[in-house]
């Protein structure tokens, strides 16, 4: 089989200028030739083929001769059969013969050799263009940063703060933030329901923890007060959803929550520090190295979208169509784990398929733009990726699918992909360039060095002393043994 290659003419209409950086055509022709010896194995195999679905007298399915097929059918059936299984062979032959990047299906056209003699036929396909930035090496993206300041600091020492706080007996009216030691129980249509009755429960005023009108109810009361009143059960509540409760409450106790004193004392017990300052600088450096990596991952998203500005041509919709269909695939695949369907969704967040869709194809556009702009750096830096980072990231992907490295790359290799795998890596490595080469500026036009010193992502992952629980943190945990059912978020903020 011989095969060229050659860009098609661009419709006028479509055609840019000439001194354009759009790149290269975006639609080539691949015209190719298949000898009559070589095509015969072709027909050989569709023979082969027809033997299996033909039914002859004294032979077994698949088992009559050639020529007796050839005598009784004649050759024009073999023959457009094997034109009709061996062209896309020969097709994907070609495509990989000149390292063709095909984004749709190809339209066809036998030129030569229905009938008898060579095969030839032209396959006209989409390509994936290929684009040329200007000044993708000294991008300028601004990010929301402000330093660290003293009230940042004192926030933190604050929680830390609250971690060690006790509970102490108040005689003061509930507020919002104290916490009240409660008996409730609720019914509906006179009938006691699990989940809303429970005996000293520990309750945090404000917290909407099982009805709103619970707070209401308790903000300004003391020891000794009986509480009644019917409340809507929200959602939460599952089967009960949106049924009246009738609730009796008793309060027994009123606690405030007591901080330690800021003091070297205190500080010697909750941290491995001696004294106030020490911890201040301590929490200080933390907090700015978290704002770092935090900064660092929205510089990765802001350069990306800074490059595919960048990109001299609009997205292809052949690429923002696919993209856009991978897009909904995977919500559809994620949402199904959860027991849950696309329509359902749409349903639950009041939106209009159309315009849902029309969303994701917005974000899909975007993607496309970014991803030519990584490939254009990719083969304008000559970026490639090694052997030993494609085997890390095979690595990697075994480990998502829970799967032997060995497995996932004989099936990446079996159905072409593992190009694909080292394609990602060099695009990623591109997007490294590119962050690297970035200037970053604040709101305020300065530039900004998010750079990390060495062992400060250690530092900032190191188990401090003083992150561990405080010795009070359980004391009042037999309080929720009969509580009220919540969610798990809502049972982690009634914790003291």
Known sequence: MQSTVEPVEIEEENAAPDDSPAGVASRVKLHVTVPAPEFERAIDAAFRKLAREVRIPGFRPGKAPRRLLEARLGSDIAREQALQDALPEYYVEAVNEHDVDVIA?????ITAGQADGDVEFDAVVEIRPQVKLVGYDELRVELPFQPVTDDDVDKQIDALRERFADL???????????????????TIDGEA???????DFLYRVGSGMVVDELDDQ??????????EFTATLPERFGEFAGREGKFRVMVKE???????DLDDEWVQEASEFQTVDELRADIRARVETMQRLQAQRALRDKVLEAAADLVPIEAPPTLIDGETRRRVEDLAHRLSHQGASLEQYLEMTGQEPQAFIEEIRVGAARAVLADLALRAVVAEEGI???????DAEVEQLAVRSEQKPAKVRRELERSGALEAVRSDVARGKALEFLVEHATVVDEDGNEIDLTLAE?????????????????????????HEHEPARTEEEQKESEA
């Open 254 to 260: 009123v606690k405030q929550k007591v901080l330690p």
């Open 105 to 109: 299906p190809p339209e066809i056209e």
């Open 455 to 479: 062992g400060e992502l250690n530092d900032i992952t190191h188990d401090h002393p003083h992150d561990h629980d405080h010795p009070h943190d359980h004391d009042h945990d037999h309080a």
């Open 168 to 186: 102490a007996d108040s005689d003061f009216p509930l507020i919002d933030d104290a916490y009240a030691t409660i008996d409730v129980a609720g």
């Open 218 to 227: 308790l903000r300004g009361t003391k020891p000794g007060a009986i509480l």
């Open 193 to 199: 329901v699990e989940g809303l009755t429970a005996t």
């Open 384 to 390: 490639s990726a090694t052997d030993e980072e494609v």
